[in-house]
């Protein structure tokens, strides 16, 4: 339980740092979860009153690996934004790409149906608890999109606490 409340004190403090409203969040309940087709390989565990989203790739697998929630980035086109989220890994094979491996990613489609991917670098390996966060602009032709967990490579990764929420600059 103190592992846990230092991780949401943590998740509180960078969040009023980084941004200031919500625009997307996730805690991974029920009433989040139930509209989504769920990968075979993703499940949703719950820890007290807290909720979780595992994904665990075995080696060699090739079907959908990725739990999608749509994002309206119409709404927030030429603003700057902050994707924030915890993850932690379980041998999370790694390979000669920097975007492959445990990863929450925006993908915002354009006015002209171009998908424009904003991702952090990919977590590999195993880790405990880490906030990773990736700070972008959304294009000005934002029309839609989507908030996508995956784990790219092979292994297991835990997320908590998605969110999506403007950039506050320092004043």
Known sequence: MKKWMSLIFASVA?????GEKALFECGFSEQEM????MPSVAQVEKSGDVSFLTINVPQDYRKNKRVTFPCDFA????KDVVLSYQVKCSNVVATDKKS???VVMAIVKTASGKKIYFQPAAMTGSCEWQIVEKSFKVP??????EIALTVLTSGKATFANVKLSLFKYWE
């Open 140 to 145: 000005a032709d934002a029309q839609s999109g």
């Open 100 to 102: 492959e491996g445990a």
């Open 34 to 37: 139930e509209k989504l087709k």
């Open 14 to 18: 960078i969040c009023g740092i980084a």
């Open 75 to 78: 709404k927030f086109a030429g």
